[in-house]
């Protein structure tokens, strides 16, 4: 037995969040990408059983009352809401991410113009910026919202936004995590820039909720959306959330102003007329199975404290990469993923030649991770979930791949 | 027994669907409110315990192509396209109706336009005019996709809209069904005048799917969309689909182009370059869950031909009008349901005096429609599960309750 696996063995009796581990449905594999699909928690198939026999199967119609599912989108995002460092109120869940991007980028546009209806096109404020190193969904769907509102888009990386903004940029769209690299964006320092230049800072925070502290209200974060299918659990394209800050939401203006929204949604009035608070983020009919799923994932977190889920994170990636340091023959590998902590998310990428060959490899022999083209192996580091006996194992059989 | 039991009873003895009725779970009550949520077919529940448990649970990630989670969007659109009279490869499923309404008429301005890229504001057609009798939503919709588009909207009644179309009119958002009054609109004469003004037509099918033959392809619609959750009986909130004419489709270019639309998703390119056929209706991640849950859920149409399904509901409004007719005092309800079949969907509305306390009275008797404000008594009949006996009861129990 090698050093490093006693070692492991070692920080996985001190680790405080091991038993939660057993609230997960796992087995031998070592599973690396709840960056990509978060593992079951065991007792959602119950959960689920019972909102689809008794309250779609016996209740009917009157579950939309009687079970809750009216206020689901609210009430869930409620949940979500001590997750990433927002008080209640600000977070509704429902409908894609790529869908609250639009919501999130066109309502900042029209919040920069100050613009309550028309009249966009001579407004001084044309300008998105995008992570031009974001998921390409993000940039797609910026590239829609800059052509429907009449902005220009402007793709740059996190680091060059301070210096690019200007009196006519209305929104920037950052990632709080490179979904690649796993870099860490600096989410204080380029909120406050972009605060000073008089633009709205929307964040998109699919690859850090759940896994690391994120502060929205603390640091003044504008609007923000996250998926919850990856460190939150919440199942196979389980809804998305936006975050719509307190101040801001009686002047959210939504392209999507879905019956969901309205201020009465049963009065059936034909003039739109937007609910108070959050509700202004809702659009249509909510997606009760997979909402409800995704509460029950939720449960996973009682008790559970952001900052000790960090802590164990850092203490995850900083243990693979002393693993694969130790395991893999120099220059076989390269990570991608920075060093220093403040710059790291909970995933380590290694660039390695025939990437995709060898992810296929890994997983043959019960590691799961996942390649990115050209040459990126992902491994995603769940702290509710991973041990750091995986850590190891993980880089011991890259090790035995890459050098047979 | 009065005489129309008995003739309820020898109608049900006659009906080719009524086996269909045990493919669902009900039970005692008289389950008038599938035209809002559609009973649980009874394998639904199994289903989705599988695709949970297993699928996700044991197969987690691998499941995206192992379990055909990528391709469900176009293959359970492929299931719905029969249902609604077009071919394979022009539906895709995802998203809530809501969503659906707001890709389609951006994009059927933008074809109406002959816009391939920006520069709306110049283009000469620069008019929605959608259904003023429609589901809200709808008309919220329509409003944000005019101000986006830079076109004015002007909301008429199905009848008002021949006369007032133009060359000015881009698009005609039309409801197939009114869900107040479940009069059916004329969607082959309608569709032909807008294109006679060289606009396009988009039809929302909410309350006619599942329920009648709807044509969409030998009719010539351009776009539509749909809920699944009523006569599809998808479950709660289930996805929503949009229908793009193949004709169409290598011109559709959708205001929401998010990564499932690409022509290579997991190319992972900043630029984006639309998708072939009617996967550019397809936004973010699917929603795995509901989207399986619907799949299963359709299952119910095995064998089932739609032209029976008409019949059965024309059969049974006409049945269910005869008993209020027979049973209620006159002057206490009044129809708005057109008695003319061609103009009369799957539910029947009467208006009467306290709806909605009535309402709540009928539902304490077991008998499940639902209130409309101001004054609105909804009952939907579902022909795969509502029996002729169903009918005659309900239409006794609200006699008893107007004139105890």
């Known amino acids: 037995m090698s050093d490093l696996h006693v070692r492991a063995k070692a920080l996985d009796a001190e680790d405080e969040l091991a038993l939660k581990r057993r609230e997960f449905v796992l087995d031998d594999t070592v599973y690396l990408d709840g960056n ?18 008794r309250q779609w199967g016996r209740l009917r119609i009157r579950s939309w009352d009687e079970s809750g599912w009216w206020t689901a989108p609210e009430r869930v995002g409620d949940r979500i809401a001590p997750l990433v460092g927002a008080a209640p109120g600000q977070i509704v869940v429902g409908d894609s991410t790529s ?24 407004a001084g404020r044309d300008e998105i910026i995008v992570d031009a190193t974001t998921f390409p969904t993000d940039g797609y769907i910026a590239q829609s919202a800059a052509r429907l509102t009449g902005c220009r888009l402007t793709p740059l990386t996190p680091a060059e936004v301070p210096a690019a903004l200007s009196p006519r940029t209305a929104a920037v769209l950052l990632n709080h995590a490179d979904y690649r690299t796993g870099r860490l964006h600096d989410l204080p320092g380029l909120t406050a820039a972009v605060h000073a230049a008089g633009a709205l ?12 502290p994120v502060g929205l209200d603390e ?17 196979p394209g389980s809804p998305a959330y936006i975050y719509v800050r307190e101040e801001l939401q009686d002047r959210f203006d939504s392209p999507l102003p879905g019956w969901n929204s309205h201020a009465e949604p049963f009065g059936m009035r034909p003039e739109f007329e937007a609910a108070e608070g959050a509700l ?11 909402m409800l799923a995704l509460e029950a994932a939720l449960d996973v977190w009682d008790g559970v404290s952001v900052d000790a889920v960090r802590a164990k994170s850092l203490a995850l990636t900083d243990f693979f990469l002393r693993c694969v340091e130790a395991y893999v023959p120099q220059g076989l590998v ?41 040459d990126v192996l992902r491994f995603g580091f769940t702290p509710l979930y991973v041990s750091f006996v995986d850590a190891e194992r993980a880089a011991r059989v890259l090790a035995e791949i890459l050098e047979p």
Chains 1, 2 share one sequence.
């Open 280 to 290: 202004r983020g809702r659009v249509g009919t909510p997606d009760i199975l997979s």
């Open 334 to 374: 390269e990570s991608l993923t920075p060093a220093a902590h403040a710059e790291r998310g909970s995933q380590v990428a290694l660039r390695c030649e025939g990437a995709g060959d060898v992810m296929k490899r890994l997983i043959e022999r019960g590691v799961v991770g996942d390649f990115r083209a050209p």
């Open 219 to 235: 640091h003044g974060v504008d609007l923000a959306v996250g998926c919850t299918y990856k460190y939150l659990n919440g199942g």
């Open 36 to 53: 990509s699909l978060g593992a079951l928690p065991a007792h959602v198939p119950d959960r689920v059983a019972d909102v689809i026999t």
């Open 99 to 122: 869908v609250n991007v639009f919501k999130a980028l066109v309502a900042a546009v029209r919040l920069a113009r100050g613009d309550g209806g028309g009249g966009e096109a001579d």
């Open 201 to 212: 800072a929307v964040w998109d925070l699919c690859h850090t909720a759940g896994a690391l």
